[in-house]
């Protein structure tokens, strides 16, 4: 009885420091579907602590889903970062809700916005300077770089952490047509209860010169609490310290139905 209650203590006390993994979307699987086990690296995926990455494996061309969302799951955060050039395109089915969030910050607090945190420098802390959602390479990867995630369906997507928020963009140290896209214009419905969220927002070199797009979804209910001062505002659209792009602006786009934004 004495070892049982001391293996039930141990394991109280690792619970709590599990660290949150990473599961890239490898498009191995025999289907389209988030849930099958063959289409992540390592092997299934991700739980409600892990980060999912939609990284070149399954990107296309044009706006064909590659990405299928059949049953409810949750997740910590989600990073698009393809450098080959076509779109990741997921889609939520009709009764189906995907949840990003958690409690974790970026890093730098919950409204923290470090030079850094483009992920340029490698952390030996991995689960740093992640945002809930960052759509970008966040490498200095081509001039002419475009990146695009979509999100359709009539399911809905919650993006739920109040200690952080959803990043859209790309940078290179000089102007040019670079820019990051998330678009869910095709979705309809979006929940967001969030610190903040920035389009297109840069910092010091080399993350000068961001430029980052969003197109909200049909229906959408957008909740932002962070602490408003400074630089750190709840909603940042094409802010650069340094150097803007001026290939093209960064863009907010609002919903095609209803929407609601609150603070």
Avoid: C
């Avoid at 910590?76 to 910050?105: E, K």
């Avoid at 369906?153 to 896209?181: C, D, K, M, W, Y």
């Avoid at 750190?232 to 209803?258: R, Y």
């Amino acid at each position: 009885m004495r070892k049982f209650a001391l293996i039930v203590l141990i394991l109280a006390v690792l619970a709590p420091t599990a660290r949150a993994g990473t599961n890239s979307w490898s498009a191995l699987g025999a289907d389209l579907s988030w849930s099958t086990a063959g289409n992540w690296s390592p092997s299934g995926p991700p739980g409600p602590n892990d980060e999912a990455r939609f990284f070149n494996p399954g990107a296309v061309p044009d706006t064909t889903v590659d990405i299928v969302v059949s049953a409810s799951t949750n997740v910590q955060r989600l990073w698009f970062g393809q450098t080959n050039g076509p779109n990741q395109n997921m889609t939520i089915n009709s009764g189906v809700t995907l949840t990003v969030g958690g409690t974790n910050d970026n890093g730098y607090g919950p409204l923290g916005s470090d030079p850094d945190a483009g992920g340029i420098t490698p952390d030996p802390v991995p689960s740093r300077y992640l945002s809930t959602i960052y759509v970008g390479t966040k490498t200095t990867n081509s001039l002419t770089q475009v990146l695009k995630a979509s999100v359709s369906g009539q399911g809905t997507l919650v993006v739920n952490n109040t200690n952080n928020e959803i990043l859209v963009r790309q940078f290179f140290p000089t102007g040019g047509a670079h820019r990051s896209i998330l678009d869910l214009s095709g979705l309809d419905n979006f929940v967001a209860s969030l610190g903040r969220i920035r389009v297109g927002d840069g910092e010091a070199q080399p993350l000068n010169r961001s430029e980052g797009q969003m197109f909200l979804a049909k229906t959408n209910v957008i909740t932002l609490t962070g602490t408003n001062y400074q630089d750190n505002v709840q909603l940042v659209v094409g802010n650069n310290d340094v150097n803007n792009n001026q290939a093209a602006p960064s863009l907010l786009v609002l919903g095609g139905k209803k929407y609601r934004l609150r603070r």
